[in-house]
């Protein structure tokens, strides 16, 4: 059975006067983003799901969806590849 495949691409810009940090998750990574600095997100994985971004003070945080893989770029330079799929979603007991 094929396996599709389905590439995302993000660019988050730090417009602000200050650093915010940038986390990666279900990774547990988080990059510093100084001001006027943007970061390019390629994500890859199954189909029928997508990134979600949540803002909040002082922090972006991105969310990979199950099976997803991600690299995050400055420039054309890779500063954080989470190359380990992204678990399942927990059942939600009922």
């Known amino acids: ?3 599709h495949s389905h590439v995302e691409n993000l660019i988050i810009k730090n417009s602000h ?5 940038l986390l990666i ?3 547990a990574e ?3 983003m100084q001001p006027n600095t943007a970061y390019q997100i ?3 994985g199954p189909t029928g799901a997508c990134l979600e971004v949540e803002f909040a003070e002082g ?4 969310y990979g969806w199950p099976g997803s893989v991600l690299t995050v770029f400055h420039g054309q330079d890779p500063l954080c590849e989470c190359r380990i ?10």
């Open 17 to 21: 006067s200050q650093r915010i940090d």
């Open 59 to 62: 922090h972006v945080t991105v």
């Open 1 to 3: 059975m094929e396996r």
């Open 30 to 32: 988080e990059l510093a």
């Open 25 to 27: 998750e279900p990774w």
């Open 42 to 44: 390629v994500a890859d």
């Open 85 to 94: 799929p992204a678990p399942p979603l927990p059942l939600n007991p009922g």
